[in-house]
Nanobody, 118 residues
Framework: QVNLVESGGGLVQPGGSLRLSCAAS????????MGWYRQALGKQRELVAS???????NYADSVKGRFTISRENAKNTVNLQMNSLKPEDTAVYYC????????????WGQGTQVTVSS
């Protein structure tokens, strides 16, 4: 069994920063792409940023220059540093990972709320 556990969400003022972390645990053979998605109230879930095991990174246009994704392969973790936060960044943020155990599957975390408001 594999679990993804996110941490680091919360309430922050516009212009502030937050750091999200996601740790994968369980009987893991290998982790390929890890990423962060978000879903605002009444909207579809969207990609925020992703990073492959080789370090190739992709960002949504709306967060380029403000967010930074990183991962620690030895710890099976992925982080999202969010700076210059805007009210439109308010959403539930989900970690997602392609994980190989006996098969390869997509796993999702439970989500963490990020609220940007004054």
């Amino acid at each position: 069994q594999v679990n993804l556990v996110e941490s680091g969400g919360g309430l922050v003022q516009p212009g502030g920063s937050l750091r999200l972390s996601c740790a994968a645990s369980g009987s893991i053979f290998n982790i390929d792409t890890m990423g962060w998605y978000r879903q605002a109230l009444g909207k579809q879930r969207e990609l925020v940023a992703s990073i492959t095991s080789g370090g190739n990174i992709n960002y949504a246009d709306s967060v380029k220059g403000r967010f930074t994704i990183s991962r620690e392969n030895a710890k099976n973790t992925v982080n999202l540093q969010m700076n210059s936060l805007k009210p439109e960044d308010t959403a539930v943020y989900y970690c997602r990972a392609f994980i190989a155990t006996t098969t390869v599957k997509i796993y999702w975390g439970q989500g963490t709320q990020v609220t940007v408001s004054s």
